[in-house]
Nanobody, 126 residues
Framework: VQLQASGGGLVQSGGSLRLSCAASGRAVSSYAMGWFRQAPGKEREFVAAISRSGYNTYYADSVKGRFTISRDGAKNTVYLQMSGLKPEDTAAYYC????????????????????WGQGTLVTVSS
């Protein structure tokens, strides 16, 4: 599977962005999908994930209530809607697919994810 992330950009604090992750090769419902981010000088960290079933979503505490992960099967795309953005959200954002995930869960660590898209940069100005 190939993943193509897009939608990053420069936004003011408090603003919104929607990131997209378009998948090719297999349906996104074949995987648990996750979003991770990496700020300069920091380790990659979990942001959000959605289970294969699409029924269960998971969020890092730092983004809970501000970010929403969703998917569109018809477009074979996973989204990360980000609102209430803060300067500390500035990072390169990566989408990833876990092919071995169960139907109803998704993991919140990077290691189990098998496929990764290229990063899309989000910069939040204060």
């Amino acid at each position: 599977v190939q993943l193509q992330a897009s939608g990053g950009g420069l936004v003011q604090s408090g603003g919104s962005l929607r990131l997209s992750c378009a998948a090719s090769g297999r349906a996104v419902s074949s995987y648990a999908m996750g979003w991770f981010r990496q700020a300069p000088g920091k380790e990659r960290e979990f942001v959000a994930a959605i289970s294969r079933s699409g029924y269960n979503t998971y969020y890092a505490d730092s983004v809970k209530g501000r970010f929403t992960i969703s998917r569109d099967g018809a477009k074979n795309t996973v989204y990360l809607q980000m609102s209430g953005l803060k300067p500390e959200d500035t990072a390169a954002y990566y989408c990833a697919a876990d092919v071995r995930a169960s139907t109803i869960t998704a993991v919140t660590t990077a290691d189990p994810y098998d496929y990764w898209g290229q990063g899309t940069l989000v910069t939040v100005s204060s």
